[in-house]
């Protein structure tokens, strides 16, 4: 029997959190430009694009994230494409993710009064000059506390991405639990882990949300 | 030849109609004042001028050219030529005064960085805050901003202005700041439609006063006359219930 010291665990939990961090990030990135370009489809589109973008949401916003990672990862190998719980998971995660923000993002632009956008057509700017000079830079103030609050959910999330075999914090987690037999002592590990990584992000939102609101 | 043409213009919303053929002629330098009850289709009219409305029926050209919903290129030359002041001012909050006035003229014309400000100092002098340039529009009172929002229209030099009510949001004592900037603008020549309730005003400035009632033009005429002997019983309606 191999004995294990507190840092043994530790470390290899640390080990197993970048992968956390990575996959938060894929997700986050991913998600925010495949969000964006939903958010743009959804403005400028037709009845059409803007049925689409609202199924998407209610697709992604309906149904558990654990199903969509199942799916992605059984999914994708019953088109005979060879998969990774990695390319798997980041897929999944991403779109979840863009599914969340466009319709997080979709609000702050529907918060800006209609005359924002009636001065800007008068002044002869066409969408995208509306768009990018008028409406985003004010919905941008709104929309970053709750964005930086939704990338928590995101980290959190991707603990889920430990069922089809993707080794992040919760596996890794697990996996040393199998070892060493300390179950607590590891789970506290790991739940401290998440919350050195979530909550300086969720003070972060709070912090913005009061600065933003001073000023307007 | 007139700037704005109107032909059997026709709006509906859903069942309601809301204009039932409206046909005006503007011409260059006129003042036309359109007045009547809330509901009686004047802010609509004045919003298919420049388009924020579309219409059903009828047809509406600008210096010549027909307003074509669907042709992106042309509505965006139409815009060029009419500006339009809102009741609620509608100033962007995030850009400077400056940088409201300057903003339209460097996307649209490509007016450059010293042109632009040039331009935006010489209009913001013209309605008198010369000296906010560098304010923002929460820091101005609601005649200020008001006067901020005609120096940006103005900045695109637009042959036909549009005002829909640009008082009715403003505290009485902000009320005079802003129609002597109007009026203004009428004495060097501007062509305005405006919607409005300030009756004196119309008196004072209008060359034309439109009447309208029910989404038709119901009287038209030269102030005098539309105020001094109205023809029909719901303009005299509408002119007694004023006084009272």
């Not at chain 1, 959190?17 to 969000?35: C, E, H, K, Q, Y």
């Not at chain 1, 959910?153 to 992040?168: P, R, W, Y």
Request: hydrophobic letters at 50%.
């Amino acid at each position: 029997m191999v004995d294990f010291t507190l840092w043994d665990i530790v470390r290899n939990l640390l080990l197993a959190a970048r992968w956390t961090v990575v996959l938060s990030l894929i997700a986050f990135v991913g998600g925010g430009l495949v969000g964006a370009a939903l958010l743009v489809l959804r403005l400028w589109g037709g009845r059409r694009s803007h049925a689409f973008v609202a199924g998407y949401v209610q697709l992604f916003q309906g149904t558990p994230l654990l199903m969509q990672l199942f799916l992605a990862y059984f999914g994708i190998a019953l088109f005979g494409i060879q998969t990774s719980p990695w390319f798997a998971a980041a897929l999944a995660l991403t779109l979840y993710t863009s599914a969340f923000l466009t319709e997080i993002w979709r609000g702050c632009v529907a918060s800006i009064p209609r005359g924002q956008w009636e001065a800007a057509v008068s002044l002869a700017l066409d969408f995208l000059e509306q768009l990018r000079y008028v409406i985003l830079p004010q919905a941008t103030r709104i929309a970053v506390p709750p964005t930086v609050g939704f990338l928590v959910q995101v980290i959190k999330g991707t603990a889920l991405a430990s069922v089809i075999g993707f080794v992040e914090l919760t596996k890794a987690g697990t996996m040393i639990t199998n070892a060493t037999f300390r179950p607590f002592t590891v789970y506290a590990c790991v739940a401290l882990m998440y919350f050195v990584l979530c909550f300086p992000i969720s003070a972060w939102a709070r912090s913005l949300e009061r600065k933003l609101h001073a000023r307007r | 030849m007139p700037v704005v043409e109107i032909r059997g213009l026709r709006k509906r919303f859903g069942s309601n109609e809301v204009l039932k053929g409206i046909d005006l002629d503007v011409e260059p330098g006129e003042v036309i004042a359109i007045i009547g009850k809330s509901g009686s289709g004047k802010s609509t009219l004045l919003r298919c001028i420049n388009g924020l409305e579309t219409f059903d029926e009828g047809s509406l050209t600008v210096d010549g050219k027909p307003l074509l919903h669907d042709d992106r290129a042309a509505m965006r030359a139409l815009r060029q030529r009419v500006g339009m002041i809102f009741q609620s001012f509608n100033l962007f909050p995030h850009l400077t005064v400056g940088g409201n006035v300057m903003l339209a003229p460097e996307l649209v014309k490509k007016r450059g960085q010293p042109a632009g400000a040039q331009q935006a100092r010489l209009l913001l002098a013209r309605v008198g805050l010369a000296e906010k340039f560098d304010a923002w529009p929460d820091q101005l009172s609601g005649g200020q901003q008001q006067r901020v929002a005609i120096a940006r229209s103005l900045a695109m030099e637009p042959a036909v202005m549009l005002c829909d009510e640009i008082t009715s949001a403003l505290d009485p004592e902000l009320v005079g700041e802003v129609l002597r900037v109007v009026e203004g603008l009428a004495k060097d020549g501007m062509t305005l439609l405006m919607v409005t309730h300030e009756m004196n005003f119309a008196r004072k400035v209008a060359s034309r006063v439109v009447f309208m009632h029910a989404g038709k033009i119901h009287e038209m005429a030269p102030p005098d006359e539309l105020f001094g002997a109205p023809k029909t019983p719901e303009l005299r309606q509408f002119l007694s219930a004023l006084h009272n």
